[in-house]
């Protein structure tokens, strides 16, 4: 089995390479050009060993991304058998089945090599502001959603592909911004290879193999030890999430088995693909079923490799949460960000403790506003904001917090220097965390204006919008009340968010996301804190005296 | 009455401490009193006491007292802050609360995050509006602003911030909103965000501005308080502050900008350091200062202290970033480690040593201060590797309990781990130098500085104890610790030349930039600093550097690049962009041909001369040097050695002594491994020379 290291090597040599990967993920921020890398860091790197084992992760990453890559890289060897890679390789992929999901969550990979031997693997994964395609989530086939990259060598033995860079550029509305950040991606692959190979050369050692086992020996004992904790037995939820089209909702089953230190997911039962861009790939489900079930068992382990063999996903092929190609999948995350929803709610009736309420900020909104500047300029943001996550055990859900996926808003002033749109509000909506001893976060509005005034665009503004929660509220725990409804309101009117509009100059469109779900009952919050959140405006007087029963104006 | 002395005073967490210098006879005066947390002012007038014992009316004699204090930083902590309240457009009030909705971590799903420092009914929207380009799309409304103001009125707020969207390219209505509250409440502070920082984001610049109105009533009255109890006293001279930039201004300028003395104090031993690297004849250096809680490292390179801006204070968890509230202010550039002499170790879920970041701190203490402290620390490690006498700690005024160290390691690390006593305590001693150095290696190479070609400035209680294996670990060469490090932050105040920083977003695209403005604009800043310096005693023209932040059109990271002297003109600019293309690809490997780039902020530093040193060479007394000796654990033998003792302030000059050795003083201990070695400069600088090989086992 794996080699024995005397525990304070071990501990030495792990944390150089935990600090590798924080290193990586640092140096995006400082080469990357669009805002949605740059202002919301929808982007996460990685490493791997030889076999293409996840080694470690920075501290900030989104799941999906993150369980795609993972994915991805052991699927690399079909295309390119590892033994083949030379030094100065450099793959590149979109291929949604096989990375993140959907087109815009490009992967860029690069075998490192040390004295001429392959020792590791280096990746990331950006979400791009534009890789082509139709603005809609009323997508019906991938055909429609843009470029399409399998597999290919964007490197040769350190030669860039400049075709491939053509065609992806041609095919992008905003092509300097994705040349820009691609070549931002080869950096940070090949700044994460060198510091590997110092890595190496500072221990001694020809391959990151045998420290990579023993570390994911002890990640793998620790995480069944938590696991343990759990009675077994099987543990079922299911949900019917809503479409984006009218009152259609598709659902999803799961059956949690808990068996000593192991979890089997099983998506059975889960309502078949649609003819829709929110279908789900597995790679995306498995990466946020793992996720979920870390956060339950084992938050502060480190994750890698060790931490995913007590774990198995199974779904049906053809399902929602395993569509198969060629389903429309721009907006998966308005299925897959549910699924956390369903593990949590799975095991509330075995450790109600470690869960959290059901929280109105998955999914995590993405909104695309594209059009041109009064000067012929053209612009497109990509702002990303979240309503409130669910009352904890022990604390109140925290308001507008991006859950499960995890990205920074877009500041105002950052999106109007980038665009002409004047955005009007961005404020906490009173009433809509979940009443509970623990109240659900709040969500927020967030309204935008197109001017008509000097700015005003040269012609419509495409809206597009991926959300979700318009139909189906956050459910408390214990007792504890439901979250507010989503909505989003076009010059007064009501719209959902399945459809792409175009706005006009002086169009004023606004957003209000849901609130999560409180936690126990609410008669049994503390009164100082009801009263005082009264007077703070984040609940009305009704809500104090109806729903908390507040007998006066404390 | 000459003034020919000069006084540094740092208010810490635990200690008062004071130098004072007198410039005539090269006498260097050392004090340490209690801090005193409910008005710190007391703590400094018992220290002026105990000197002034020592020389009587030597505050008369005095010219300047630099002033350094956490008081900032805890006033944030502790909630100890005005009732403050928070102007912002309509409709973005709750920008305040709703941060950058990212979790700090991925996985906790029972994450706080601190509460806003005001409360929601006391951020207020204006009816205003003001476009990116800077135009007025929305006038103010003066009958709004009367019934704002009442409200504010009676509410009895203390202190009031101003953040409008946009107010960096436009600050006129935040102009007009100061001078219609001033007039409406009488001796409430305003603090306007396009003063207190004049830069595009709008959450960042409302926390800094809220984090210095929320401190500056219980500035104003602390520091003016002090001034008089000063001048009662006998002090003539002036009472001066230090910034987190490591400048030093005026009490105004300091009261009304209070968030820029966040790190007031530890920039003090940077400053220090800074100063000890140029009396070396040294380009380029580490700071490393280790004290009880904590450890802070500064890459040193060329004549000014390296800056930085963006902060956090009153973090959720102390080491994650994203769990504080944000401030921007100009900051010297310190990497803070939670690993420090109070930090314990134990076994993680991973079955894997772990030393820090909690911390033992002070009460109960680790283990060998037999105060009840059951966890094993650093210090106890310290303690059975032989590193620390326990008769001799702090001067022997505190004895050390060994037996206690030992059990407490035994039981929670040596055991689980199946190693015997001395290599758990020495696998707990190299941990903690290992963190050090890999958060030093990563904030070296953002800074793309290679760790071996510098020297090591160590100081703090625990620094001079940790420095040989940290240098080791980071292939560091030679290292230098200067006098008083007991007491280095006051000793680094009295080596800062006044100065102040100013910034100004401009955001222009280079080519199309009218250099006209830009000189005007350049003016229009120092102009301000003038001033500033001004009130701080300065009447000699200060010398400005001016610098631009500088990116390609989209991207996010700035770079900084100092404009040649003289105003901007085409010649410049067109050096400017060399310049930017070549730091770039300096930086990256790589640079962007043919990217459009652009102009991002302006930014003016003010500086006056630079003082006397008070670090003065002094001769070794020589007589009796040689303590005695002691066990202590060398990692190349794998085992207990001999080491022999020194008293450091005994060791004659330029005589080179070899290790392994000790030396020790008051305030430190500093340990020095096999096959260095050392010896005592002109300037009473301890130097210790690493071998060139087997410095690690």
């Known amino acids: 089995m794996s080699q024995t290291f005397d525990a304070l090597t071990l501990e030495r040599a792990w944390s150089r390479l935990k600090s590798i990967a924080d290193e990586a ?75 993140c999901g959907h087109l815009p969550d490009v992967m860029v990979a690069a075998p490192v090599f040390h004295h001429g031997k392959l020792v590791a693997f280096a990746a990331c994964v950006f979400h791009h502001q534009d890789i082509g395609g139709r603005l809609g989530v009323d997508n019906r086939e991938i ?30 509305r905003m092509p300097e911004l994705l040349v820009n950040d691609i070549r931002s991606q080869v950096n940070t692959v090949q700044f994460t290879g060198s510091r590997i190979r110092a890595f190496l050369d500072e221990f001694g050692w020809d391959s990151l193999e045998p420290i990579a086992d023993a570390i994911f020996e002890r990640t793998e004992v620790a995480l069944r030890k938590s696991i343990e904790e759990i009675p077994d037995g099987v543990y079922r939820s299911e949900y019917p999430i809503e479409t984006g089209d009218g009152d259609r909702t598709v659902l999803v089953k799961l059956a949690l088995t808990v068996d ?3 979890v089997t997911a099983d998506f059975e039962g889960s309502d078949p693909q649609i003819d829709r861009g929110i279908n789900c790939v597995l790679n995306f489900t498995i990466a946020y079923c793992l996720f979920a079930l870390k956060s339950v068992t084992a938050p502060f382990l480190p994750n890698n490799h060790g931490s995913t063999k007590p774990f198995t996903v199974k779904a049906p092929e053809g399902s929602i949460v395993n569509a198969k190609r060629p389903a429309a999948v721009i907006a998966r995350n308005t299925v897959g960000h549910f699924i956390p929803s369903l593990v949590y709610e799975a095991l509330a009736e075995v450790v109600p403790e470690k869960v959290i309420a059901e929280s109105g900020s998955l999914p995590t909104w993405w909104l695309t506003l594209a059009g041109t500047r009064h000067d012929g300029r053209p612009f497109m943001v990509g702002p990303m904001f979240s309503g409130g996550i669910g009352a904890r055990s022990s604390s109140d859900g925290v308001s507008c917090l991006t859950f499960p996926a995890n990205v920074n808003n877009t500041p105002v002033e950052l999106l109007e220097s980038d665009s002409p749109l004047i955005v009007e509000r961005r404020e906490y909506l009173q009433d809509s965390g979940g009443a509970g001893r623990y109240r659900g976060g709040l969500g927020q509005e967030f309204a935008l204006r197109v001017p008509d005034d000097d700015m005003a665009p040269d012609g419509p503004v495409v809206e597009f919008l991926t959300a979700g929660r318009f139909s189906t509220v956050a459910k408390g725990v214990s007792g504890g009340g439901e979250g507010s409804l989503a909505s989003a309101i076009l010059n007064g009117e009501p719209i959902t968010w399945g459809k792409s509009f175009l706005l006009n100059a002086g169009d004023r469109i606004s957003y209000r996301t849901a609130g999560g779900g409180g936690y126990g009952a609410p008669g049994e919050r503390d009164r100082e804190l009801v009263a005082e959140e009264l007077r703070e405006g984040l609940i009305s007087a009704e809500a104090a005296f109806d729903l908390y029963g507040l007998k006066s104006h404390g | 009455m000459s ?23 090269g006498t260097l005066r050392v004090e340490k009193c209690l801090t005193t947390p409910r008005d710190p002012s007391d703590g400094v007038m018992e220290g002026v006491r105990l000197l002034d014992e020592d020389a009587p009316g030597f505050l008369t004699q005095t010219g300047q007292v630099f002033h350094g204090t956490t008081l900032v930083i805890n006033a944030v902590l502790e909630r100890r802050g005005a ?32 509460e806003p420092l005001v409360p929601r009914r006391l951020r207020l929207g204006v009816n205003e509006r003001i476009r990116s380009d800077g135009k007025v799309i929305r006038e103010l409304d003066q009958a709004q602003i009367k019934k704002l103001a009442a409200e504010l009125k009676s509410e009895d707020v203390e202190s009031v911030a101003i953040c409008l969207l946009h107010s960096y390219t436009n600050p006129q209505h935040e102009q007009q909103l100061r001078v219609m509250f001033e007039e409406a409440l009488p001796g409430v502070n305003i603090s306007l965000s396009s003063e207190v920082l004049p830069e595009i984001n709008e959450y960042t610049r409302t926390s800094t501005t809220v984090v210095n109105a929320y401190c500056k009533p219980l500035m104003t009255s602390y520091l003016t308080s002090l001034k008089e109890r000063m001048n009662d006293n006998g002090l003539a001279g002036q009472l001066l502050v230090m910034l987190s930039s490591g400048g030093v201004t005026s009490i105004d300028t300091a009261s009304r900008n209070p968030v820029r003395l966040i790190e007031s104090g530890p920039v003090g031993g940077v400053i220090l350091a800074q100063h000890v690297k140029a009396l070396c004849g040294m380009k380029d250096a580490f700071a490393f200062d280790m004290g009880g809680t904590t450890a802070k490292i500064c890459i040193m390179e060329g004549d000014t202290l390296p800056r930085t801006s963006v902060y956090e204070v009153a973090r959720t968890q102390r080491f994650k970033v994203g769990s504080g509230l944000p ?37 109960p203490g680790p283990a060998c201060y037999g105060l009840g402290g059951e966890n094993p620390t650093v210090t106890d490690a310290d303690l059975v590797l032989g590193y620390l006498d326990p008769n001799f700690f702090l001067g022997g005024e505190m004895k050390l309990d060994v037996d206690a160290a030992q059990a407490a390691i035994e039981a929670k690390v040596g055991q689980p781990l199946g190693l015997d006593v001395a290599r758990a305590a020495f696998g707990i001693h190299d941990s903690a130098n290992e963190s050090m150095a890999a958060a030093t290696r990563m904030y070296a190479a953002e800074r793309g500085v290679d760790p071996t070609e510098l020297a090591l400035v160590a100081s703090g209680g625990a620094g001079p104890v940790h420095c040989y294996g940290l240098a080791a670990k980071l292939g560091v060469r030679e290292i230098i610790i200067p006098v008083a490090v007991g007491v280095g932050s006051a000793l680094g105040f009295l080596v800062a030349p006044i100065s102040y920083d100013l910034v100004r977003t401009h955001k222009v695209p280079l080519p199309d930039a009218d250099l006209s403005e830009v000189e005007s604009l350049f003016r229009g800043l120092e ?9 701080a005693g300065q009447t000699k023209e200060p010398e400005f550097v001016r610098s631009l932040d500088v990116r390609y059109v989209g991207q996010g990271y700035e770079i900084n690049v100092v404009l040649p002297r003289g105003a901007v003109d085409s010649q410049g600019m067109s050096a400017l962009a060399e310049l930017f293309q070549a730091t770039y690809e300096e930086l990256f490997g790589r640079s962007f041909e043919g990217n459009a780039f652009e102009i991002v902020n302006l930014r003016i530093i003010a500086s006056g001369p630079i003082p006397p040193s008070p670090i003065v060479p002094r001769a070794g007394t020589g007589s009796d040097y040689r303590k005695t000796a002691r066990q202590a654990w060398c990692p190349i033998a794998d085992g207990y050695v001999e080491h022999r003792v020194y008293d450091r302030y005994s060791v004659p000059t330029g005589l080179t002594l070899e290790g392994p050795a000790i030396f020790e003083e008051r305030e430190s201990t500093v340990v020095v491994g096999s096959g260095a070695t050392a010896w005592v400069d002109e300037q009473g600088l301890l130097r210790i020379r690493l071998p060139e090989e087997g410095v690690t086992p």
């Open chain 1, 143 to 172: 055909f429609e959603e843009g470029l399409q990259i399998p597999p290919s060598m964007l490197c040769r033995a350190g030669q860039f592909n400049e075709d491939l860079i053509g065609v992806m550029s041609a095919n992008s």
């Open chain 2, 83 to 114: 009732k403050t309240a928070l102007l912002t457009t309509e409709g973005f009030r709750d920008v305040l609360a709703i941060g950058t909705e990212r979790r700090y971590d991925l996985y906790d799903l029972q994450q706080q995050y601190p």
């Open chain 2, 327 to 363: 401030i921007k202010v100009p900051c010297v550039d310190l990497l803070e480690i939670g690993t420090g002499g109070g930090s314990i170790a134990g076994i993680n879920d991973l079955e894997l040593l772990q030393v820090g970041p909690r911390s033992a701190g002070s009460e």
């Open chain 1, 25 to 99: 993920d640092a140096s995006v921020m400082r080469t990357a050009f669009s805002s949605i890398i740059r202002d919301s860091h929808d982007y996460s790197c990685a490493f791997y060993d030889a076999r293409g084992y996840l080694m470690s992760q920075p501290g900030f990453v989104t799941p999906g991304l993150l369980g795609g890559m993972t994915a991805a890289i052991r699927a690399i060897n079909d295309y390119f058998p590892f033994q083949s890679l030379v030094e100065g390789d450099v793959i590149i992929t979109n291929d949604p089945w096989l990375v």
């Open chain 2, 3 to 25: 003034s020919n002395m000069r006084m540094g005073c740092d208010i810490g967490g635990t200690f008062t401490d004071f130098v004072v210098f007198d410039e005539d006879t």
């Open chain 1, 260 to 262: 000593g230190g192991s």
């Open chain 2, 527 to 535: 102009a301000d600093a003038r001033g500033v310096m001004k009130e």
